[in-house]
Nanobody
Framework: QVQLVESGGGSVQSGGSLRLSCAAS????????MGWFRQAPGKEREGVAS????????YYADSVKGRFTISRDNAKNTVYLQMNSLKPEDTAMYYC???????????????????WGQGTQVTVSS
């Protein structure tokens, strides 16, 4: 069956770094764009970053631009999110998702999201 398994979350001080990983299985990973999302308690889910099927195009939310980097390794069926200069407002549960490669995929529209992981918690203390 389809599985997306996130890892790499944890607790870090403000200004620190974390690298999240999302290992995919059970579907043709290289045929889907991938995205990272986050949701903090009491807040709406936010699309953080997305990447196309071959890794040649990436998109970032303004809130993380310049600090986060999304990448993928199609040989390992894994997508990564390198998070630098972390801030307390980055605290959230982070999820990866497979995105159908249709127009507007980089904006991570709900209707294009195909598979989800279970999430990994990131906590940034000041």
């Amino acid at each position: 069956q389809v599985q997306l398994v996130e890892s790499g979350g944890g607790s870090v001080q403000s200004g620190g770094s974390l690298r999240l990983s999302c290992a995919a299985s059970g579907y043709t990973y290289s045929s889907y764009c991938m995205g990272w999302f986050r949701q903090a308690p009491g807040k709406e889910r936010e699309g953080v970053a997305s990447i196309n099927t071959n890794g040649g195009f990436t998109y970032y939310a303004d809130s993380v631009k310049g600090r986060f980097t999304i990448s993928r390794d199609n040989a390992k069926n894994t997508v990564y999110l390198q998070m630098n200069s972390l801030k307390p407002e980055d605290t959230a549960m982070y999820y990866c998702a497979a995105i159908r490669p249709e127009p507007g995929w980089w904006l991570m529209y709900q209707r294009l999201l195909k598979y989800w992981g279970q999430g990994t918690q990131v906590t940034v203390s000041s």
